[in-house]
């Protein structure tokens, strides 16, 4: 999970604190499907997701 390129997941509990993202001002969803980690690290072994918030 990505938020405008930075990563979302936590670093002591591996997961996402879905609580923190900016829902209400999202522009685009990206979803990128297949083993994405050459890319996005190894974390994105099943695929990433992708938030782009608008321009403020």
Not at 14 to 40: C, M, T
Request: a negative charge; aromatic letters at 8%.
């Amino acid at each position: 999970m990505l938020v405008d390129e930075m990563r979302m997941i936590s670093a002591d509990a591996a997961d996402i604190k879905w609580n923190y993202l900016p829902l209400e001002n999202l522009e685009q969803v990206e979803v990128i499907k297949g083993a994405a980690s050459a890319l996005f690290g190894s974390s994105a072994m099943n695929g990433v997701i992708n938030m782009r918030t608008a321009y403020a």
